[in-house]
């Protein structure tokens, strides 16, 4: 079992910038990867970014490429999203997921994650 939590979600003006944690419990952070999704209303769930068990690995959707950056420390079991120069259409609840049965890659289908933190709302303003 895996347990995910969320934080570093609110308001910001657009343009601005956003750091999301998740911090993880329950089995060793460094076996597997760690992704980042977001969902906003009546949308379906979308790939953000992801990242392996050592960093060596990063992905990313095209509309967030350049601007936002995922990390990870497995010293602390957390995976960060820094998010920079932040627009409307990146307004959501963004979730992060552990992808139990990969270490060396990380996937970008929400169906690939086995675990789900309870999601942190990312609110943009004018």
């Known amino acids: 079992q895996v347990q995910l939590v969320e934080s570093g979600g609110g308001l910001v003006q657009a343009g601005g910038s956003l750091t999301l944690s998740c911090a993880a419990s329950?089995?060793?952070?460094?076996?597997?990867?760690m992704g980042w999704f977001r969902q906003a209303p009546g949308q379906e769930r979308e790939f953000v970014a992801a990242?392996?068990?050592?960093?060596?690995?990063?992905y990313y959707a095209d509309s967030v490429k350049g601007r936002f950056t995922i990390s990870r420390d497995n010293a602390k079991s957390t995976v960060y999203l820094q998010m920079n120069n932040l627009k409307f259409d990146d307004a959501a609840v963004y979730y992060c997921?552990?992808?139990?049965?990969?270490?060396?890659?990380?996937?970008?289908?929400?169906?690939?994650?086995?675990?789900w933190g309870q999601g942190t709302q990312v609110t943009v303003s004018s």
């Open positions: 990242i392996n068990w050592s960093e060596s690995s990063t």
């Open positions: 329950g089995r060793t952070f460094s076996n597997y990867g």
């Open positions: 997921a552990a992808d139990t049965t990969r270490r060396f890659t990380a996937a970008t289908l929400p169906e690939r994650y086995d675990y």
